[in-house]
């Protein structure tokens, strides 16, 4: 049967911009790959303004554990990192990005080393190196033991912090982005240009309320979608955001339906929700095993790298065990490991976990998976620019075709890092040229959308039973149904409690991006990295392709097929 079309609102409910500020490229997002387009872009544009949502330092980069991966070690190879992040993408990574990001790499994580991001080194000075799963070699750079995402932020704000005053740079925090500006159609009816974006600022300062800076470039670096289901290791900011914006403005997202459900999320209840605490993949690289509820070790016989195999593996592996053994979670157990190692590599999960009563040195830790990385984003090109003129995206609501079907462990701040300064050097190059103009902004067409806040605690379930962990056509139907029942234009129903805020604008993103993911995991019709379906359990040849999709004209979602590479 053929489904109903799918049909979203081109534009958030917002008042009139107050206030409009201008600048030759707005980044958007304080993450990695955020603040290096940045900085990068600061001396090389002659104005460039970085919105975020919170504070510069509260992007999901600051929770990343693991580390940075990066083939430093001679004994390793840009080539031996390319084989692994294609094998750990199930066959739909775009080998050409891949190539990009294991060449150029090295160089970026020693460009971080220079501006002084402290890593772990050995007793002869060089850096230390571990290894997660998936990776053939030791090639995991970290800080702090378990704090390498803290220590590149702290490094990264810092180079901002020294140029606060600097008049070719401007960063307004605490702002929610609502919607990014057009230029008038084209002949077609599709939105123009992107020329620049609407934000709503909270708290002090000179702007408050809803404006409108205008710029010759947009670069999305938002971070990602954890927030669309009820247990997430990402920050409360993940809203989907910067993915939902650019789809309303017609812009070509791709690999949606590729979640990363990491497997070893601190288990604390059912009825626990928000930010949960990850158990860094790392504790498993240093020799950690799991254990069923009835302290069997089960990895083995799954997989030959065992607890180091790709996280969809270990992900789906520990839900079949948890069916079988009728618990909510396993165990992860890190005791042989010892007192003296675990408390010097781990000292902030070893702190997170005690503040919970277990202690990673004498007690088995309770885990599960829970949504931890979105693979699929804004499709952009290898130098960042999406399909939309004068719009690029980066970080991990790019869509860069890197990650294929799921990304390899501790590529993601290294995906931020190399294509955000590729990003930020081609919107300056064009800039310099004239190939990058300011344009016009117009209201686009169509009737503005506003989910109620209360929804969204409904929305989480549903993506939770429809796309989730594990999928079937039955769920996904069931949940398309659900999410297309809830009212769109909340703010305009009697009796419903709902205003153009914070709240409701970040619901109404939850609310398309769920619908967006529920859409893209019912088109596949097979299992594929962190996308299964039980009801299409093994990998379909014919799927070894890209799943894209975009709103046309007149809002409908429309899909193809594209090729891989």
Sequence with gaps: MDREPVRLARRLAAPGAGWTAEADAVVVGSGIAGLTAALRLRTRVPKVLLVTKGALASGSTVWAQGGIAAALDPADSPAAHLTDTLTAGAEVCDPAAVEVLVTEGPARVRE??????????????????????????DRIAHAGGDAT???ISRALVAQL????????????????????????PGPDGEPGPVCG??????????????GAVLGKAVVLATGGIGQVYPSSTNPAQATGDGLAAALRAGAEVGDVEFVQFHPTVLWLGAGVKGQLALISEAVRGEGAMLLDTEGVRFMPEVHPLAE???????????????????????????????????????????????????????????????????SGGVV???????????????????????????????NSLLEGLVFARRAADDVAARVADGGLVQHEPVERAGEPALVAATARTRLQRLAQRGPGVIRSAEGLASAATALARIPVR?????????????????????HQVTTLLTAAAAERTESRGGHFREDHPVRDPAWRERLLARLDADGRLTTRRVPVG
């Design 380 to 410: 952009t090109d290898l130098l960042g620019r999406s399909s939309v003129e004068g719009l690029y995206a980066v970080g991990e609501v790019a869509c860069t075709g890197v990650h294929g079907a799921n990304r390899l462990a501790s």
């Design 197 to 210: 974006v609407t934000l709503h600022v909270i708290g002090e300062g000179t702007r408050d309320g809803v």
């Design 161 to 184: 912090d020294a140029v606060r005053e600097d008049p070719g740079i401007e960063v307004i925090e605490h702002a929610l982005v609502l919607d990014l500006l057009t230029a008038a």
């Design 112 to 137: 971080l080393v220079a501006l002084g991001a402290d890593f772990d080194t050995g007793a002869d000075g060089a850096l230390s190196l571990t290894r997660e799963g998936g990776h053939g070699a």
């Design 490 to 510: 909340a703010h305009e129903q009697p009796g419903v409690v709902a205003a153009p805020q914070t709240a409701e604008w970040e619901t109404t993103n939850l």
């Design 149 to 151: 995402g803290a220590e």
């Design 308 to 374: 180091l195999a790709p996280r969809d593996v270990v992900a789906h592996a520990i839900v079949r065990r948890m069916a079988a053994t009728g618990s909510d979670h396993v165990y992860l157990d890190a005791r042989h490991l010892g007192v003296e190692f675990l408390r010097r590599r781990f000292p902030t999960i070893g702190e997170r976990l005690l503040a919970e009563s277990i202690d990673l040195t004498t007690d088995l830790v309770p885990v599960a998976p829970a949504q931890h990385y979105h």
